[in-house]
């Protein structure tokens, strides 16, 4: 079994799409309309939105390889590319996903463990992030992980209003 993380660059941006939108349809199909998901799915996962994020140098997206699959991947945004204004101080952790059939077996602590490293990188003194407060699994993850509750606010499923919890850890 090998594990190993690799940087996205634009030429990856297909494979990041399809891993993209099967990773959040596993994650919330179950719990959100079909509309929802799919307007959801439409922007944020559109080829072009996609190459966008690729080439913002304040964002920046791994894949994480299981036996030399795709399994998941990681995003994380520094400065004006973090979705809420939290400082030059802070790294947001906007995406963490891993396809179902390669969960538990560690991927996403690699994934979380690569956001530090890159915060670090940058000396920044703080990693946060957005979890769905109905997302029970992820929550207990980040709390074991020492990220605490610090705030929350809107993500729109769609047009549907829904509350993220904000996640923070401070680094030492």
């Given at each position: 079994m090998t594990m190993?993380?690799?940087k996205c660059t634009l030429e990856d941006s297909r494979?990041?799409?399809?891993?993209?939108?099967?990773?959040?349809?596993?994650?919330?199909?179950?719990?959100?309309?079909?509309?929802?998901?799919?307007?959801?799915?439409?922007?944020?996962?559109?080829?072009?939105?996609?190459e966008k994020e690729l080439a913002n140098c304040s964002s920046q997206f791994f894949f994480a390889y299981?036996?030399?699959?795709?399994?998941?991947y990681l995003k994380v945004?520094?400065?004006?590319a973090q979705?809420?204004?939290?400082?030059?101080e802070s790294l947001e952790v906007e995406r963490i996903y891993v396809k179902k059939k390669f969960q538990k077996h560690g991927l996403g602590n690699h994934l979380l463990n690569k956001a530090m490293?890159?915060?670090m990188e940058y000396?920044?003194?703080?990693?946060?992030?957005?979890?769905?407060?109905?997302?029970?699994?992820?929550?207990a993850f980040y709390q074991k992980k020492g990220f605490a509750?610090?705030?929350a606010h809107s993500f729109y499923m769609g047009d549907e209003e829904q509350v993220d919890l904000i996640m923070t850890k401070t680094l030492i």
């Open positions: 190993n993380i690799k494979e990041l799409q399809q891993i993209s939108v099967e990773t959040f349809n596993e994650t919330f199909k179950e719990q959100n309309s079909p509309e929802q998901i799919n307007a959801y799915l439409e922007r944020a996962f559109d080829l072009k939105q996609l299981f036996n030399h699959e795709v399994a998941g945004n520094t400065d004006n979705s809420e204004a939290m400082g030059d490293e890159v915060a000396k920044k003194k703080k990693i946060w992030l957005g979890v769905w407060e109905e997302n029970e699994n992820a929550i509750q610090t705030g």
